[in-house]
C-alpha cells in the first residue's frame, strides 16, 4: 500500500492549494516539493482527519466506508460506477470554479477532501487503475460497521411441479456409455455423432435436448469415461467402472465437479441469446474455471430450502456482485453480440443481457441437468431451489468414493431379468451386454436370441453369461433357461444369411474378365456358373463405378441400388 505522500508528489500546486484550502491548512510556500511536505503533515493530523469525517455527506461517507471494507483498495470501473467519477480538468478551471467547494458526486467530495487517490497497480486480475485510501491515512480512520454482503433474494411458497435433472443426467450418462461399448461409433472431426448413432442415442435418452447431449459428451470427455483411439470413440474401463458402481450420491457429484472444474467448457459463449465473436482472442483472458465457482459461490448465499423467483437472484447479484465474471470491471472489451439483433453488448448497461443472461442459462441448464437447483415455473414465474446433492456440492469438499449396496438381480424362467432399486449402473452394464432393455421403472430386460447373439459375435461365452447371472442373482438360474441359453449358443454360426445381388452376364469371357480385372475382382463374392456370380450388396456402388470406367454399361432398368 502507498503513503500519502507518494500520492501528493503527483499533483501541482493548484491541486495542492485545493486540497489545502477545503482541509482549513495554510500552505506557506510556494514550491511544490516543500508544500507536499507540509500538506501531508497536516491531513495526517487527528484533528485534522475528523473534521473531514464530519464534514462528509451520507453518500460520501459510503463511498468512503465502501473503501474501507475492500482494505483501502479498489478498482477505478468498480468504484466509478458506484460513486462517480472525478471531472477531468485543468488547473485553470478548478481555480477559478473552485470545484472541490460543490463537488458532483461522492467520489470528487473524497478526492477533493484529500481522503481518496488513484494510481495504477495490479492484482490478480491483471494490471489496472486502482482508488485508493493511502496506507498511513488509513491507520486513523475508523472501521466501518460490517455490512451485509450476502445475496438477499425473494422466497416464495413452493410450486406443485418442479424439474430436478441430477437422476436423468446419471441414467443419460449410462445409456451413452453402454452404447459406445455396444457399437464402433466413428465421430466426425469436431465431434459430432453420425445420424445414425445420434438417433439411436436419442430414442434412449430421458431428455433429448440437443444443447444437454453436447453437455453430456463434454462430462464424459472431460472424466476420461471416452476416449478417440483410430477414428473410433472408446472406453476407459477402469474410470467407467469405478462410476457405475459408485452411489448415486457420488456419480451425480463426480459430473458436477467435472463440470466446475473444466478449462474447455466456456458457459457464456453457449447462452442462445448471446454469440461470442473470438476473433479478437478477448476470451483468451477469459478465466472459465474462476468465472464458473464465482457464480457457484454467489448460488451459495441463498437460502438452503426456500425457493425463489431467478429474476430476484440474478437483480441481487447485480446489486452486490455485479462483477463477478469480470473481475477487472472492464465492460468494454468483450466482443459479445446479441443473437436475435446482432448488436454489440457492451458498458455496463448490456449487463442484464451478459452477465444476467449467463445466470438465467446456468440455473435452468447445467445447474438443473446436474441436479444442483431444482427448476419450476410458476405463472410464467422461474422459480428455484438447492437441492439436498446441490448443497453439498457448494460446500466443495470432495467425497470419498461410495459402494452401492443393491439388491440382487432376479432371473425368471420367461427369460425376464429383473433389476430392483437401487439398481447397481455397473449390474446394469453388464446386463447390456447380452439382454434387451424391456423397461427402465421397473427396471427389466429380457434374454433373447438376438440379445445373446450380440454377446458372442463380441466373444462372450455362454458360460460367462451363467456365470454374471448366478453372481448377480445370488442364485442358480433357473435350469430352462441355462439350457435355453446354451442351446442358441450351440447353434450360433451354423446358418448364415447375407444380402446379396446376382451379377449376370452374357459371354463366359465377360465373367473370366471381371474375375481377373484388380478393378473388380475384390468386389465379385462367388463365381457360381459360367455365366453369374454374387456380389455383396455392400460392394454394389462401387462395382457399378468400376463396371462403367471399364465401358460396361448397365440397362437404366436393370442397374442396382446401393
Known sequence: MYQ?????VDYDMNMLRALAENRGVSLTTNRQPEAVDQLASALLEPLS???ALARLSSEGRQALDSLLEAGGRMRAPHFSRRFGQVRPIGPGRLERETLWQNPANPAEELWYAGLSFRAFAEDKAG????????????????????????????????????????????????????????HEVRPYADGRLGRGDEASLRMRLMDGDERRFEFLQQLVTSLGFVVRQDHLLTLETAPVKRWLNASPAHQIRTLQEAWRDDPTWNDLCRVPSLVCDLETGWHLRYDLVAARRASLDLLGDCPRRDWWPLAS????VKETHPDFLRPDGDYTTWYIRDAAGGDYLSGFESWDRVEGALLADLLTGPLCWLGVVAVATDDSTVLCRLTEAGALFLDYPSADPEGLSSPPIVVHPDFRVDVPAPANLYT???????????SKDPCRYRLTTSSLGRALDRDIQVEQVLAFLQQASGT???TNVAAQLRLWAGRFGQVQIEEVAVLRVRSEQVL?????????????????????ALVHKRNLPQLRRALRALGYLLPPDREPHG
Open 4 to 8: 500519502l505522500h507518494r500520492f501528493l
Open 49 to 51: 482527519v475528523r473534521s
Open 127 to 182: 494490471p489496472a487503475e486502482f482508488v485508493y485510501v493511502p496506507q498511513d491515512l488509513l491507520l486513523l480512520l475508523p472501521r466501518p460497521q460490517p455490512s451485509e454482503t450476502g445475496l438477499v433474494v425473494d422466497t416464495l411458497p413452493p410450486p406443485s411441479q418442479s424439474a430436478n435433472g441430477g437422476p436423468a443426467l446419471i441414467q443419460d450418462t449410462f445409456s451413452y456409455l453402454v452404447h459406445l461399448h455396444a
Open 313 to 316: 437472484f440474478t437483480g441481487a
Open 428 to 438: 446394469r452394464f453388464q446386463l447390456e451386454r447380452f439382454a434387451d432393455l424391456l
Open 476 to 478: 442358480q438360474v433357473p
Open 512 to 532: 473370366k474378365e471381371l474375375s481377373v480385372l484388380p478393378e473388380t475382382r475384390g468386389l465379385l463374392s462367388q463365381v457360381l456358373t459360367p455365366s453369374t
